[in-house]
């Protein structure tokens, strides 16, 4: 039996999450061996580099076009970042399977505020990303609206909050939708991707619809909604027709259903309560999370992690500072 032999019949004994490790493992393996060769300029993009000494114990290099120095880190989330490659792979890893940042805190020996830090900028870096954060609805696509309580984790309520602390699992004070609760607006393609954003308290009106959804729907789309009227402004943002499921004769409820939107309502509640809430001005950064990772976790993994981590013409670094001050929700 030969080396190769061995090997195959060693690994069809290992478990499924023993195989899943291996495979983790060996993608890290592979992202740290190709980062010994030379990138591409990440401001011009040539291929005329050649070495240039070393930066904060990085390769530096230096582009023969443009005249530019940069790193191994340049334009990742990694850069200013003391943590090598190995930790940032596993963070991007935890983020997208919805894991909570106390539990990655623990598991890599991190401090909460430093794994809160890199979970951001993470989440930052997917609204960037073409695949991630420009998606464009099209086909058939469903549209509906779900609701979360609003959140200030992390702060103390002041003056200028119109309410009395929660405790975690606690209802709304009024019943019904009130101003308590954020709306998430959101749609999906049926058997493609999905997009949600949230923009004001209880129903969207016609303008925080078209504020949403101008740029993520297709022409030619048959958009399939519940009946909410702002739905009739979406023709005037893209070539689409509206569908109100709840006027359909029962024989073609068979198609015009709205139950593949509501699968994706309950995948975001069920993140949004194991993380016992999310604070309402990171809301559309975790929305967008929810979005890429519905459906497309175990593909999304590897691509995600090639693109923040590998020196590219997008500049995905955040500053701490930044993720805690810039683009942030509020209503």
Same mark, same amino acid.
């Given at each position: 039996?030969?080396?190769?032999?061995?090997?195959?019949? @060693?690994?069809?004994?290992?478990? =499924?999450?023993?195989?899943?490790?291996?495979?983790?493992?060996?993608?890290?393996?592979?992202?740290?061996?190709?980062?010994?060769?030379?990138?591409?300029?990440?401001?011009?993009?040539?291929?005329?580099?050649?070495?240039?000494?070393?930066?904060?114990?990085?390769?530096?290099?230096?582009? #023969?076009? %443009?005249? @530019?120095?940069?790193?191994?880190?340049?334009?990742?989330?990694?850069?200013?970042?003391?943590?090598?490659?190995?930790?940032?792979?596993?963070?991007? =890893?935890?983020?997208? %399977?919805?894991?909570?940042?106390?539990?990655?805190? @623990?598991?890599?020996?991190?401090?909460?505020?430093?794994?809160?830090?890199?979970?951001?900028?993470?989440?930052?870096?997917?609204?960037?990303?073409?695949?991630?954060?420009?998606?464009?609805?099209?086909?058939?696509?469903?549209?509906?609206?779900?609701? *979360?309580?609003?959140?200030?984790?992390?702060?103390?309520?002041?003056?200028?909050?119109?309410?009395?602390?929660?405790?975690?699992?606690?209802?709304? =004070?009024? #019943?019904?939708?009130?101003?308590?609760?954020?709306?998430? %607006?959101?749609?999906?393609?049926?058997?493609?991707?999905?997009?949600?954003?949230?923009?004001?308290?209880?129903?969207?009106?016609?303008?925080?619809? #078209?504020?949403?959804?101008?740029?993520?729907?297709?022409?030619?789309?048959?958009?399939?909604?519940?009946?909410?009227?702002?739905?009739?402004?979406?023709?005037?943002?893209?070539?689409?027709?509206?569908?109100?499921?709840?006027?359909?004769? =029962?024989?073609?409820?068979?198609?015009?259903?709205?139950?593949?939107?509501?699968?994706?309502?309950?995948?975001?509640?069920?993140?949004?309560?194991?993380?016992?809430?999310?604070?309402?001005?990171?809301?559309?950064?975790?929305?967008?999370?929810?979005?890429?990772?519905?459906?497309?976790?175990?593909?999304?993994?590897?691509?995600?992690?090639?693109?923040?981590?590998?020196?590219?013409?997008?500049?995905?670094?955040?500053?701490?500072?930044?993720?805690?001050? *810039?683009?942030?929700?509020?209503?």
């Amino acid at each position: 039996m030969t080396s190769q032999d061995l090997l195959i019949a @060693r690994i069809k004994q290992l478990s =499924e999450e023993e195989i899943s490790t291996l495979l983790n493992a060996t993608s890290v393996m592979l992202e740290k061996h190709g980062a010994s060769s030379k990138p591409d300029c990440p401001y011009c993009g040539s291929q005329n580099i050649i070495r240039y000494g070393h930066k904060c114990n990085k390769q530096r290099f230096l582009c #023969r076009d %443009c005249g @530019r120095t940069f790193t191994t880190t340049t334009h990742t989330v990694m850069s200013h970042s003391h943590f090598p490659p190995e930790v940032w792979a596993e963070v991007i =890893e935890d983020t997208l %399977c919805g894991n909570s940042i106390d539990y990655t805190a @623990r598991r890599l020996g991190l401090y909460h505020q430093a794994t809160f830090d890199m979970r951001h900028k993470i989440l930052m870096a997917l609204q960037q990303m073409p695949e991630t954060g420009n998606i464009c609805l099209g086909e058939v696509s469903e549209l509906d609206e779900t609701f *979360v309580l609003d959140c200030y984790k992390g702060k103390p309520l002041d003056g200028d909050i119109s309410r009395k602390p929660r405790k975690h699992g606690a209802k709304a =004070e009024k #019943r019904g939708i009130s101003s308590e609760y954020i709306c998430i %607006c959101s749609g999906i393609q049926r058997n493609g991707d999905a997009y949600a954003a949230a923009v004001n308290r209880a129903k969207p009106d016609a303008e925080e619809l #078209r504020a949403v959804f101008t740029g993520h729907i297709a022409d030619a789309t048959l958009i399939l909604c519940d009946g909410l009227r702002s739905y009739h402004i979406l023709p005037t943002i893209a070539d689409c027709a509206v569908k109100d499921c709840s006027q359909m004769a =029962e024989d073609e409820k068979c198609f015009y259903h709205l139950n593949t939107v509501n699968g994706f309502h309950s995948f975001i509640k069920s993140r949004y309560h194991f993380y016992r809430g999310v604070a309402t001005k990171y809301l559309n950064r975790y929305n967008t999370l929810f979005s890429a990772a519905y459906r497309n976790v175990a593909s999304l993994i590897k691509q995600v992690r090639q693109a923040l981590l590998e020196v590219g013409r997008i500049n995905y670094y955040h500053s701490n500072k930044a993720a805690g001050e *810039v683009d942030l929700l509020a209503i």
